[in-house]
């Protein structure tokens, strides 16, 4: 099933933003971001990126996207993303983990996290398009300031800080987990509302595919660093009946790019079957099929990242994972499950969303949506 593309800002248009606040302080507050603005809006973007990754059929062959490859067409603002993520991951040698075993995280993070605050503002003015953080409105008044006496002025900037600043974990908990990598979702989904990537491609879903391809795997590169040089615990997991500790985003972009192929981005996506030659899903407990294809596809990549820090049988350590690698059906039937188990085990999970800020950008706007139909719970 297509879906229409996340609607960009009209630039004329007077747009009032506001410092970031947080919403979800109980259980009961899920139902309410299950039925806002900002759900729709980050569904809406995860099935664009999504599709954008499915191999496509041309007249003689099938064209397949691989991470890595130079064939990836990136667009200005995809690269300068990927100079500001090389840009933070050099902070890591500015803040060196402290030496010494350590049962939980290693209290040099919040050194490199400290700099990293420190420095956002202007790191976002460098490597982010100016037209995308000049936008300027007063603040709405918040009911906590009803007593202030002028309103004070917000950008696009501040909304998109909070987005940028909430997508490398917690410095506090020293714990990084999914509503972290949800955060950096919201973040390139702002972004993109802003109209700071290209939207004039010649291929519907170029733009969304370089952003997969040449901003998100470079994130989870970053992250996967991150961890494993401060020894991050992982933020609302579920154990070992997780998914995965840290991640979700790269098994349902990975299984995409094992789907059988579509002529464009307006096609009903398949429900079943891979494209041929794809490994089959239950190698990932293959050592030798794991390194063949880690640096190729955002699954394999992320399950290698499992075997290096975890030890033992692949079943007994992420059972789940195992369990999913039994589907029969092909990766089109994986891709499918991930967007459904994605709306079960991230975006409708308490523990996970509690520390999601809204913004005028992704708000919390009660809406009646069509899109629920599409991610029902599982």
Not at 176 to 185: A, K, P, R, V
Not at 299 to 314: E, L, N, Q, R, S
Request: hydrophobic share 40%.
């Amino acid at each position: 099933m297509s879906t229409s593309p996340l609607q960009i800002l009209d630039p004329s248009e007077r747009h009032q933003f506001i410092r970031p606040i947080k919403r979800i302080n109980e259980v009961h507050d899920v139902s309410h971001f299950l039925t806002s603005r900002a759900y729709a809006e980050l569904v809406t973007f995860l099935f664009q990126l999504n599709v954008a990754v499915f191999p496509r059929r041309l007249r003689s062959r099938i064209q397949t996207f691989e991470t890595g490859s130079t064939d990836n067409e990136l667009s200005n603002t995809v690269k300068r993303l990927r100079e500001l993520l090389s840009k933070i991951e050099a902070i890591i040698d500015e803040a060196p983990p402290d030496e010494g075993p350590r049962r939980f995280g290693n209290v040099s993070f919040r050194k490199w996290y400290g700099i990293v605050e420190e420095r956002a503002s202007e790191l976002l003015d460098e490597y982010l398009p100016g037209s995308v953080l000049s936008r300027q409105s007063n603040s709405i008044k918040d009911e906590k300031e009803e007593n202030s006496e002028q309103r004070q002025d917000v950008s696009a900037k501040d909304e998109i800080m909070a987005y940028f600043i909430g997508s490398f974990g917690s410095a506090q908990r020293l714990d990084y987990g999914t509503g972290h990598e949800l955060s950096f979702l919201a973040f390139l989904a702002s972004i993109w509302k802003l109209g700071g990537f290209r939207h004039n491609g010649v291929d519907a879903g170029e733009e969304e595919r370089g952003i997969v391809l040449g901003v998100i795997d470079p994130y989870l590169n970053l992250i996967r660093r991150l961890i494993k040089t401060y020894t991050l615990e992982p933020a609302g997991s579920h154990g070992v009946w997780g998914l995965d500790d840290h991640s979700f985003l790269p098994y349902i972009f990975g299984s995409a790019q094992y789907c059988p192929a579509i002529t464009s981005v307006q096609d009903a996506l398949p429900s079943e079957g891979s494209i041929p030659d794809a490994p089959n899903p239950q190698s990932i407990a293959t050592p030798s099929t794991v390194n063949s294809q880690k640096q190729r596809n955002m699954y394999f990549a992320a399950v290698a990242f499992i075997t290096d820090v975890k030890t033992g049988p692949f079943w007994e350590h992420s059972p789940v994972l195992f369990d999913i690698s039994g589907v029969r059906a092909g990766w089109a039937k994986i891709n499918k499950g991930m967007l459904k188990m994605y709306n079960a085990e991230v975006l409708s999970k308490f523990p996970v969303v509690q520390h999601f800020p809204f913004v005028e950008l992704l708000g919390l706007q009660i809406l009646v949506l069509l899109l629920r139909t599409l991610l029902p719970p599982v």
